[in-house]
C-alpha cells in the first residue's frame, strides 16, 4: 500500500523542493498495521484533470505551479493533506495516485484490499463535490441532481458504498472544503439517502448480522463506469476475493454471487425481486444488483429458527423423520448444472405442461411477520423457472408442504455474447449464420 507524506506533499507545493523528496512511500505488513493514516473518498472527475501515480512520485522533478496544479485532482489531494495535517495524520491515501494502474496485478490486488485499507484508516474525507450548502441535504433535488437519484452524486457511486461502510471515522466536506457532517452524527439522514440501517451507519458493520439480500439492495441505484465494476465494488462487504476480468460484463455479478454462496449460508441471495407481481426468469441468481431494490428489510434465519418456523408447517414427527434436516438447511452446493439446495416446498398449481411450487427461504421481511419469504417455482421438463407472483386459480390450498432437495439453474442469459459480426458474415447465408454461429446474437456494425 503506498501513502502520500503530507508534509512532504505540502512542502514540494509550497515550493519546498528537496532532491531525495519522496512524496509516495510504500508500507506492507506490520509496518503497515502500525501507521496511521488518512483516506480519501470521492468522485473521479474527467481522467486528464485527475492527478495519476506516475505525475505524483515526480512531483519534486516538475514544476507544481505549473499546469497540475490547475487540476481539480490535484486541488483534492491538496485539500486533503491539509486536512490530514490539521488532523496530526502524516500519511494519505488517494486512489488516483497510490496505485499504478499500469500494472493489472497491483490493480487486481488493490481493488480486493480496498475495504480492508478503508476500514483500516484512522479518518476518511468524503468530498461532495456537488454541495455547496454547510449541511448534508435533507430531501432531494431532483432538479439540481435528477442524474443521480436526487442526491450528491458521490450517494450514486458504486464504489463509495464501501467507503461509507468500511470506516469508523467518516467526515464529509462540501465543495469549498468546509466539514459539514460526520457519519456517526449524521447517521439518520445518511440512512434516508442510502437506505442503510441507522445501526449498521452508528454502530458498524456485521456480516453476520446483515443478510446478504440487503447489502445488495444498498447497491442496487449505484453505477459505475466499468459495468464489471458494480460486482467488484463489493467484493470487501462480502469479504470474498476473486479475479478482475475487466471484458466479462456481467458475467462478473454472477461470479460474485457464486463466491458469496460458497462463503455464506444465506438463502436471501434468492429472494430479488421477491415483490414482483408478474414475470419470469430462467436463472435463480440476480443478474444485476437493482433486482435486490426490494431486500432492504430482509433478514436472515440461521438453520435453528428456520427449522422452528417449519414446524408450524410440518408435522414435528414428519421433521424427526428428516434426521439430517438441520445439517441440510445449513448448506447449498454450487454443481456445473445448477444450485443444488433442500426447500420446504408446496404444489400450488398444475396448468397444461406446468407445475408450480411456493419455496420458503430461510430469511424473512423485518417490516410484517416473522414469516419466511416464499417465491414461486415453475418446473416445465424437469427444468425449473422462477416466476414472479402466485400463480393464479390455485388448485388446493391444503397440499401439505415438503421438504425437498432441488436444483435451480442460475447462468439465465448470461452465456448468451452479443457480436459485431464483419461485414463478410452478415452477407453468409442463414444456414452458413447458423453452423458457424450457435449461441451467438450477431448484431449490424
Known amino acids: 500500500m503506498r501513502l502520500i507524506n503530507v508534509k512532504v506533499f505540502l512542502d514540494l507545493d509550497a515550493g519546498k523542493t528537496r532532491p531525495d523528496a519522496k512524496p509516495l512511500v510504500e508500507f506492507n505488513g506490520l509496518e503497515l498495521t502500525n501507521t496511521a493514516y488518512a483516506i480519501l473518498s470521492h468522485c473521479w472527475g474527467d481522467p486528464k484533470d485527475e492527478v495519476q501515480y506516475t505525475e505524483i512520485d515526480s512531483l519534486a522533478k516538475i514544476d507544481v505551479a505549473g499546469e497540475m496544479r490547475k487540476r481539480s485532482g490535484y486541488h483534492k489531494i491538496r485539500e486533503s493533506c491539509l486536512q490530514a495535517f490539521h488532523d496530526h495524520l502524516s500519511w494519505l491515501w488517494v486512489d488516483t495516485c497510490c496505485i499504478d494502474k499500469r500494472s493489472s496485478a497491483e490493480l ?76 456517526r452524527d449524521s447517521a439518520r439522514a445518511l440512512s434516508v439517502i442510502t437506505r442503510i440501517s441507522v445501526d449498521v451507519l452508528e454502530k458498524g458493520f456485521s456480516r453476520s448480522s446483515t443478510s446478504v439480500a440487503q447489502i445488495l439492495s444498498w447497491a442496487a441505484d449505484r453505477t459505475t463506469t466499468r459495468e464489471e465494476d458494480r460486482a467488484y465494488s463489493l467484493l470487501g462487504l462480502f469479504g470474498v476475493h476473486m479475479p478482475m476480468l475487466y471484458g466479462e460484463g456481467k458475467n462478473a455479478f454472477l461470479r460474485l454471487q457464486l463466491e458469496v454462496i460458497r462463503m455464506i449460508n444465506d438463502q436471501s441471495i434468492f429472494a430479488w425481486r421477491w415483490t414482483t407481481p408478474i414475470g419470469s426468469a430462467s436463472g435463480f441468481l440476480a443478474t444485476d444488483p437493482s433486482h435486490f431494490r426490494d431486500c432492504s428489510s430482509v433478514v436472515r434465519m440461521d438453520p435453528t429458527d428456520m427449522l422452528h418456523t417449519l414446524e408450524g408447517y410440518i408435522s414435528k414427527r414428519r421433521l424427526r423423520r428428516l434426521a439430517s434436516a438441520k445439517e441440510r438447511l445449513q448448506t447449498f452446493a454450487v454443481t456445473n448444472d445448477g444450485i443444488l439446495i433442500w426447500l420446504p416446498l408446496k404444489r400450488e398449481r398444475r396448468s397444461n405442461h406446468s407445475k408450480f411450487f411456493s419455496a420458503m427461504l430461510a430469511c424473512y421481511n423485518s417490516g410484517g411477520k416473522r414469516k419466511p419469504i416464499t417465491i414461486t417455482i415453475r418446473e416445465v421438463g424437469g427444468i425449473h423457472f422462477r416466476h414472479f407472483g402466485w400463480p393464479p386459480e390455485v388448485e388446493d390450498r391444503t397440499t401439505s408442504i415438503e421438504f425437498k432437495s432441488i436444483l435451480l439453474p442460475y447462468r439465465d442469459n448470461i452465456d448468451q455474447v452479443n457480436i459485431r459480426g464483419p461485414s463478410w458474415m452478415q452477407a453468409c447465408s442463414g444456414f452458413l449464420g447458423h453452423a458457424l454461429c450457435t449461441n451467438v446474437v450477431l448484431e449490424p456494425p
Not at 430531501?139 to 461509507?164: A, C
Request: charged share 20%; with cysteine; proline share 4%.
Open 108 to 183: 487486481s490486488e488493490a481493488i480486493n484490499s480496498m475495504y480492508v485499507w478503508y476500514a483500516n484508516s484512522d479518518r476518511c474525507y468524503a468530498f461532495l463535490h456537488d454541495v455547496t450548502t454547510n449541511t448534508l441535504p435533507a430531501e432531494r433535488d431532483s432538479i439540481e441532481l435528477n442524474k443521480f437519484n436526487g442526491w450528491p452524486k458521490w450517494f450514486s457511486r458504486g464504489w463509495t458504498l464501501q467507503e461509507l461502510i468500511a470506516p469508523q471515522d467518516v467526515h464529509f466536506f462540501n465543495r469549498n472544503w468546509k466539514c459539514i457532517a460526520s457519519k
